[in-house]
């Protein structure tokens, strides 16, 4: 259409629900008065599939007391930012890294996204409560944590509330299935907070512990057995340890 780079917006994008506001009152027509339900996504016929998942995510997830069940977990401010496309994109991948595709879209051009990351399929209802463990702190717990991607396993993600709104999240990422194509493999800390509605203003409803700050993009976030497998919050006053990897699971020690 003769479009030049400073003309870009986006290849895909969700118009409805959007990112800049919404009322969940608000009724959306066509032209010829047919009432849309759920909402609008558009795309260049060349967008990546991950592109595909993002924006369709945020209708499937839709919006619950005013807020974006699935928003973009890239930060919006520093996206906005001028300067070279994809260079700008990977430096607003503050929160999720390249773990879930709300956050990077994909990882490497020619190959398929992430998988969701847990925080993503509980918000999308598609975790079965009953493969969510949760601990309180002040517990003593072993777990066995299976693969995220690996549906048979009894646990696919744990749950420690700090309060009433914020928890963390632990998840077991290994490449298999989908989830073949991650910039590494490990145990994934997730902090989450609830009140927060998208990632704007130096915050995000979700966010990596970050296992290895010197790799870029959170690529070095997930943690490992004999590499990096202990993580203490002093405030809440509990610990996380990999205590042993047996085949793709991993045996983990919640504790006082």
């Not at 209708?59 to 973009?72: E, F, N, Q, S």
């Not at 929160?95 to 925080?119: A, F, L």
């Not at 463990?133 to 991607?149: H, S, Y």
Request: aromatic content about 8%.
């Amino acid at each position: 259409m003769g479009a030049k780079v400073q003309d870009y917006g986006m290849i895909g994008l969700c118009g409805y629900p959007g990112m800049l506001g919404w009322d969940s009152q608000d009724v959306l027509m066509t032209r010829s008065g047919e009432r849309i339900e759920k909402g609008v996504a558009i795309f260049c016929y060349q967008a990546h599939v991950g592109t595909l998942f993002h924006d369709v995510a945020h209708i499937l997830g839709g919006v619950k007391d005013g807020k974006r069940m699935a928003p973009c977990l890239y930060d919006h401010d520093l996206q906005a930012k001028p300067g070279p496309m994809r260079e700008t994109f990977e430096n607003s991948l503050i929160n999720m890294g390249y773990w879930d595709p709300m956050s990077c879209h994909y990882y490497k051009m020619g190959v398929p996204p992430p998988e969701p990351s847990s925080w993503t399929r509980i918000r999308l209802g598609w975790i079965d409560p009953s493969k969510i463990k949760v601990v309180t702190p002040g517990r003593t717990e072993e777990v066995i944590l299976g693969p995220l991607e690996d549906g048979s396993s009894s646990v696919l993600a744990i749950r420690i509330p700090v309060s009433s709104s914020s928890y963390y999240l632990i998840e077991n990422r290994q490449p298999i299935g989908s989830d073949k194509d991650l910039p590494g493999s490990g145990v994934l800390i997730m902090y989450a907070d609830d009140t927060i509605l998208e990632c704007r203003n130096g915050k995000a409803p979700v966010k990596l512990v970050n296992a290895d700050p010197s790799a870029a993009h959170l690529e070095g976030a997930a943690f490992e057995i004999g590499k990096k497998d202990l993580f203490q919050d002093a405030g809440n006053r509990f610990k996380i340890a990999l205590k042993e990897k047996i085949g793709s699971s991993y045996k983990i020690l919640i504790s006082p």
